[in-house]
């Protein structure tokens, strides 16, 4: 579910439809190391969001861009992570260039980590571009990986 544009949240709960509002998403998000709170209104309790959500992010910390030593979620590729009333889990994430060349894999990637997660029912992950990615996404963590201090 998407809310007004002052409220931008990366960990939200959706409802059925909601993965449709997700792939129709237009704001600017953030990126997830740059904080989020979850959207109030799920059929799961906040105890459950608040224990799905960091294994879901240990996750997405195990799929590396493989041209780049740092993991997907460091580097900011992650944008929105929607975990729906089914436990089904939506991930809206970009690429570091439109022609990267694993593209058409690293959806897959993400879905087989995020589906792993034990209370998650399954994993839908999107490729957007729309904002491009670019380095002031990235944690200082991915910064020190790539030496670009």
């Not at 409220?7 to 600017?28: Q, S, W, Y």
């Not at 740059?34 to 799961?44: C, H, N, Q, W």
């Not at 590729?77 to 570091?96: E, G, P, S």
């Amino acid at each position: 579910m998407m809310m007004d544009d002052e409220i931008k949240p990366d960990v939200a709960t959706m409802g059925p439809d909601g993965a449709d509002a997700l792939e129709n998403a237009r704001p600017r998000p953030p990126s997830l190391a740059e904080g989020g709170t979850p959207v109030k209104g799920s059929a799961l309790s906040q105890e459950e969001l608040d224990e799905l959500t960091p294994e879901i992010v240990k996750a997405l910390k195990t799929v590396y861009d493989p041209e780049i030593p740092a993991d997907i979620f460091e580097l900011g590729l992650i944008y929105n992570i929607d975990i729906a009333d089914d436990r089904h889990v939506a991930v809206l994430m970009t690429l570091t260039a439109p022609g990267c060349p694993v593209a058409g894999e690293m959806p897959m990637w993400v879905e087989n980590a995020v589906s792993a997660v034990p209370g998650v029912s399954g994993c839908k992950a999107t490729i957007t571009f729309d904002p491009p990615w670019d380095q002031s996404r990235m944690s200082d963590e991915a910064r020190l990986a790539i030496n670009m201090f």
